[in-house]
């Protein structure tokens, strides 16, 4: 019985071993990637979790502008009458008017944008900087406003009770509009820290899938190579038993005047036949390896020789045309 050449022994080894140590890295990276992923895919949700809060106190804060917007509407609406010394007041209040209501659209576009703040980023910048240049006319139209409303007021026009509530629900719609702009660069910080953390989770995950892909490409060359062991060994269980099968059978034609010829009975042993396929398979093998395992083909082809000479010493020793 023949052995498998020493040189596929030892790319058998050194599969197993570069297998082995490929697959303990493989693992801890594995184990890492997979510990990441987790880290990240919680802190995505955290983030997540936040700028839902931080959306929603902005909602409620909107609502509670409304609110002091028509509370000093009410309260401007109290403070007018008829006399003359007030229409310059009212003229200048009909301009802030203007501004507030220019104010309240572009709120109502911020609100959108905010809806497509991923995709719409710089024009929500636009729309935002565009309200600011409103919302600076619109204080030096109030500080206008003031000044027209004092003036109206030293005139008698304007009761003190009804510019007081005036006032009051001015400073009140500043600062509810204050609480807004901070809540919403809140929202904008909440959705950036949570893309952050969305890229976080899905680089850890690439590290994990490149983990296992490597665990998987090196178990399957430690197959492979232990395929092709298992392939030559097969070749040679079958050649031992055609040799034996081929003994056997031209003993018994030997002194028969009609004997055949070896080479006749090689043509009717089926172990013949079935070294042929096992050879074959083995062939296939190598053909794998080269094309897929490059650096253990070449471990294992210096015993190609080996293997040829065996094969043909094999046929030889049953058939040899020479004799």
Not at 261 to 286: A, W
């Amino acid at each position: 019985m023949k052995l498998v050449p020493a040189k596929i022994s030892r790319a058998i080894r050194r599969a197993l071993r570069l297998s082995a140590d490929a697959m303990k890295v493989a693992e801890e990276k594995k184990a890492n990637a997979t510990a990441s992923a987790e880290v990240a895919k919680e802190k995505a949700a955290e983030a997540a979790r936040q700028q839902a809060v931080a959306e929603k106190t902005l909602k409620e804060l909107e609502k509670g502008k409304e609110q002091l917007e028509k509370m000093r509407a009410d309260a401007a609406k109290a403070a007018e009458n008829e006399k003359e010394e007030q229409k310059a007041w009212k003229a200048e209040e009909d301009k802030l008017k203007g501004f507030v209501a220019e104010c309240g659209e572009l709120d109502k576009g911020i609100e959108e944008l905010q809806q497509k703040m991923r995709d719409l980023a710089n024009e929500l910048m636009q729309a935002k900087e565009k309200k600011t240049a409103k919302e600076l006319e619109r204080n030096e139209q109030e500080f206008v406003v003031q000044k027209a409303a004092a003036d109206a007021a030293a005139a008698g026009g304007i009761k003190r009770a009804a510019l007081e509530a005036q006032q009051k629900a001015a400073a009140a719609y500043e600062e509810a509009q204050e609480h807004c702009n901070q809540q919403e660069l809140k929202a904008e910080e909440a959705e950036k820290e949570r893309k952050v953390a969305q890229a976080d989770a899905d680089m850890a995950q690439a590290m994990h899938d490149d983990a296992v892909e490597e665990v998987q490409n090196r178990v399957a060359s430690k197959n492979m190579v232990v395929e092709l062991r298992d392939g030559v060994q097969a070749y040679y269980d079958e050649v031992t038993k055609m040799t034996k099968s081929m003994e056997a059978l031209i003993a018994e034609n030997e002194g028969k005047e009609e004997g055949k010829k070896p080479h006749e009975l090689m043509r009717e042993d089926p172990n013949v036949k079935n070294s042929m396929i096992e050879y074959n398979k083995m062939v296939g093998v190598f053909r794998r390896l080269f094309h897929e395992e490059r650096e253990f083909f070449d471990l294992a082809a210096e015993s190609n020789k080996e293997i040829s000479e065996n094969a043909q010493a094999a046929i030889l020793l049953q058939c040899d045309p020479a004799e």
